[in-house]
C-alpha cells in the first residue's frame, strides 16, 4: 500500500470517528436538554408556570363538585357534603340543609304517627277515633315522597350533627337555616334518641355561644321569622326549650322587637301587634325613656335592612324542603 492510500485511509478513519463522537455527543446533549426541560417543566418558578398553577387552582375551586341526586337517602348525602358543609361550601350547605328538612319530616311525621297506632281504639269515643284516623292519613300522605329520606338507624346521627348543619346553611346565607336553628323544632329531635330530658351538651354549648350572635345578624339580613321568634323569646311565659334558656325575659327588647313586627305588618296582623305594644305598655314594666328608644331602634331597623312586609309570625317551616 503506497503512502498517499495509507494516508487517504487514516484520514477516513479520521473522519468516522469524529462522525461518532458528534452523534454520541449529539445525543448526551438531547438527553441532557430533555431531562432539563421537564425538570424546568415539573418546578414552578416564580413567574412562568407558577401564576399558571395558581390559574388551574381558582379554576378549580370556582367549579362546584356534584350534588348527589335528588332524592338520595340522608345518610349517603350527609357522607358526601357534611365536609364541604363545614369548610364553607354555600352550595353543599344549602342541599345539605335541603336534604336535613326532608329527613327531619320523615322522622317527625313518622314519629307522631307511631304515638298515634299506639293508642287503643276502645279508649276513645267514637268520634275521637275517627279524627285521630283521619289525622293518620293526614300524616301517611305529607309522607309521600320522603319516607325514604331517614331509616331508624339514622335518629342518632342526626341528633349529633344537626345543629351543625343548620349553622354552616346558616352562615352561607340561608335566612330559614338561621331562623330554624335558633328555634327549637330541629333541636327537639333529641327527645327521639334521649329520654334524660336535656339536649346534647355540645349541642347547648354551642348554641348558647352562637344564638345571640345569629339573631343579630339575622335581623340585619331582614328575617322576619327571627324578628318573630325575638319577640316571642323576651317575652314572659314562653317554653321553647333553648331559646327561652339563652334568651331571658325581657320586656324592653320584647316591645322593641313587637314594635319591629307592627311596623312591617299590615291588616289584622297589624292590629295584633299595636294590641300587644298596648299591653306592654300598659303593664308599667318598660319606662317611658325605654319606650322611646326602643321605638327609634326598631324604626332605624325597619328602614335599613327590611325591605318586604310582615306576612306572617308563625315559626320558620323547618321541615319543609325548600320552604
Known amino acids: 500500500m503506497g503512502i498517499r492510500t495509507r494516508h487517504k485511509f487514516f484520514f477516513l478513519i479520521v473522519l468516522v ?29 416564580k413567574s412562568g408556570s407558577g401564576n399558571e398553577m395558581e390559574l388551574q387552582e381558582d379554576s378549580s375551586l370556582q367549579t362546584s ?3 348527589p341526586p335528588e332524592g338520595t337517602p340522608w345518610a ?3 357522607s358526601t357534603l357534611f365536609a364541604r358543609a363545614l369548610r364553607g361550601d354555600k352550595i353543599a350547605a344549602e342541599r345539605l340543609f335541603r336534604d336535613t328538612q326532608a329527613c327531619g319530616k320523615a322522622l317527625s311525621l313518622q314519629n307522631a304517627l307511631d304515638s298515634l297506632a299506639s293508642v287503643q281504639p276502645s279508649t276513645m269515643p267514637e268520634k275521637k277515633n275517627q279524627e285521630r284516623q283521619l289525622l293518620m292519613r293526614q300524616m301517611r300522605d305529607n309522607l309521600t315522597g320522603v319516607e325514604n329520606m331517614c331509616t331508624e338507624g339514622d335518629r342518632a346521627e342526626l341528633v349529633r350533627d344537626v345543629d351543625q348543619i343548620l349553622l354552616a346553611a346558616a352562615r352561607g346565607g340561608n335566612k330559614t337555616a338561621a331562623a330554624c336553628y335558633l328555634d327549637r323544632s330541629f333541636h327537639d329531635l333529641w327527645r327521639f334518641q334521649d329520654i334524660s330530658g336535656a339536649p346534647p351538651e355540645a349541642e347547648f354549648e354551642r348554641y348558647v355561644q352562637f344564638a345571640p350572635e345569629y339573631a343579630e345578624a339575622a335581623v340585619k339580613q331582614g328575617n322576619w321569622s327571627v324578628v318573630s ?20 325575659t325581657d320586656p324592653v327588647k320584647e316591645y322593641a322587637y313587637v314594635k319591629l313586627q307592627e311596623l312591617g305588618a299590615t291588616g289584622e296582623l297589624k292590629a295584633q301587634k299595636v294590641e300587644r305594644l298596648s299591653a306592654i305598655r300598659a303593664s308599667g314594666s318598660v319606662s317611658e325613656a325605654d319606650l322611646q328608644q326602643s ?12 325591605h318586604e312586609p310582615l306576612v306572617t309570625d308563625q315559626p320558620p317551616a323547618c321541615f319543609e324542603p325548600g320552604a
Open 229 to 248: 321568634l325575638m319577640g316571642f323569646a323576651y317575652a314572659p311565659n314562653k317554653n321553647r326549650g333553648l331559646l327561652a334558656q339563652t334568651f331571658r
Open 76 to 78: 349517603l348525602s350527609k
Open 295 to 306: 321605638e327609634a331602634w326598631a324604626q332605624t331597623t325597619f328602614e335599613k335592612y327590611f
Open 17 to 45: 470517528v469524529l462522525a461518532a463522537s458528534a452523534l454520541v455527543f449529539s445525543g448526551r446533549q438531547e438527553q441532557r436538554t430533555r431531562a432539563v426541560a421537564a425538570t424546568t417543566s415539573d418546578s414552578p418558578t
Open 65 to 67: 363538585p356534584t350534588m
